[in-house]
């Protein structure tokens, strides 16, 4: 995790801040733009809307690309290996683990969840923003590898009784998976204060343009914007 985050400090995304080489300025040819790749997570309990609304955000994004996480979880129907998650056995996520490759993992309802670390890299270095669905536990331990461009959102059902009405009519899950994932709600709701920002999703259109307005904030948040120090020297001289 300290390699990772040692990672940023050397990689140049905070070597453009105004300090970096020449040829590194140069290539920033809207300045005021350049900004800093955000790390957003969107946590809540299953069934209250996440997915759809991480779906409808990628696709009203350009800027955002989702983290593929890998899972010891078997595929549900309609799920694509490489698309939803990598589906890997216990061996497979052992080795992912044994070679560094996650910059957090975390067991969730008896099986293992985890967010490679190689592709949220390269998104950072490109100015890409990265979207993150993941737990609390997963939450943590991004906020302690990379706490400083981490936007976190915690997404709650308007009701228990809806978010259990929403688990059935996703049909996916059986009576008994439906019946765990209910009794865990409560404990994973209980994580609510640990984020930035809580919605209540009510209305799925209302909750994606908040989520669209929180992002947008953040992207406009000074330490970000790597590009306004050359911006700013050009606009009022170096002496200043
Ligand atoms: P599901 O099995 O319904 O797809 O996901 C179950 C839970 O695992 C969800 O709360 C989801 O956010 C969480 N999860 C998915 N991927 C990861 C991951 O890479 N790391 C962690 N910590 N949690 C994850």
Redesign the pocket.
Known sequence: MHHFKGFFVHCGIRSLDGHGSPEARAAMDQPTRERRGLLIV?????GAG??TISRMLLDADNDVTM?I???T?PK?PGESDDV??HFVDDDGFDAMIDDGE?V???P??G?R???PKAPVKDALRKGRDIL????????Q?LEAAMGEDLVSIFILPPSMDELERRLRSRGTDSEQVVAD?MSRAAA?ISHWPEYEYVLVNRDMDKCLNQVRSIVAAERLKRTRRIGLVTFVRDLIGPAH
Request: hydrophobic share 30%; net charge negative; proline share 3%.
């Open positions: 969107l946590s809540s309990p299953s996440k997915s983290s996480s890998a899972t979880r549900r939803d998650y996650f957090e993992w975390a969730v309802f099986y969840y985890g967010t993150f669905d993941i737990d609390w536990q997963g939450t331990q994932r994973e």
